[in-house]
């Protein structure tokens, strides 16, 4: 069965956060998911207030570019959040926006390496594995969480290309698809992580009319999460949650 999320986009201001949770939360939706583009709202912060102002709702990350953060502090955040709230927190990791790594002083030479690299690390240690590893952008030594959760997150790595796609069924739980306007899209990623991974899709809607049938036909592809965002110009997401009631 295919579940559905909507987007809290972070054009939004995040004081308007706590309203939107509360809406989905009355509205029975299974999931409400954040963004961490440059420069606006953490998305580590900001899943943690959600997931503090509801009781049911789950909340997804999607996504975290992996050069901001060591993998061992990515990986004590993401752990916090999975004890404290269990079974509600799907986390994606992410090269992120080149230009904007450049802009922080963060690019690597190769983005997919250091996704695989961290994806790794970040998925050993919420295990409760003792990680050492040498590699071309991650070093760790005899790292442990003390307080790993007792059933990981769901991990996802977010990917548009087939070589980051395949890296996704290879390293992760599934993959992140961004910005889905043809449902082809979905076949191939379903065809290249496999029928053992998940496939959660972004899709963007502008006419909420059309928003069931839209799921159907992503669905049909083979998404087992569809998340609807609103446009950058108008973000709000309770049109979109309304829809889906």
């Known amino acids: 069965m295919t579940t559905l999320g909507v987007v809290f986009r972070p054009q939004s201001p995040p004081e308007e956060l706590r309203s939107v949770v509360e809406y989905a939360e009355a509205a029975g939706l299974a999931g409400l998911w954040l963004w961490e583009d440059c420069f606006l709202e953490g998305g580590l912060t900001t899943a943690a207030l959600a997931l503090s102002w509801s009781e049911r709702l789950r909340v997804g990350v999607g996504l975290l570019p992996v050069p901001l953060r060591n993998p061992a502090l990515a990986a004590m955040e993401i752990a916090t959040l999975a004890r404290v709230f269990p079974d509600r927190l799907t986390m994606v990791l992410g090269h992120g926006v080149q230009d904007w790594m450049a802009q922080v002083g963060a690019a690597v030479e190769s983005p997919v390496t250091l996704l695989r690299e961290h994806t790794l690390a970040v998925r050993a240690l919420l295990a409760g594995e003792t990680v050492s590893v040498t590699g071309r952008y991650v070093n760790l030594e005899g790292v442990a969480l003390d307080w790993p959760p007792p059933t990981p997150p769901t991990l996802l790595v977010g990917a548009r290309g087939p070589k980051s796609v395949a890296l996704a069924g ?40 059309a928003v069931r049938d839209w799921v159907a036909e992503l669905a049909e592809a083979g998404a087992d999460t569809v998340i609807l965002q609103a446009t950058e110009a108008a973000p709000d997401p309770r049109p979109l949650i309304d829809a889906l009631r």
Do not use: M, Q, S
């Open 170 to 209: 290879e390293v992760a739980d599934g993959v992140l698809l961004d910005t889905v306007t043809d449902p082809a899209v979905v076949r191939r990623a379903r065809e290249l992580v496999g029928a053992d991974r998940k496939v959660a899709v972004y899709t963007e809607i502008t006419d909420v009319a």
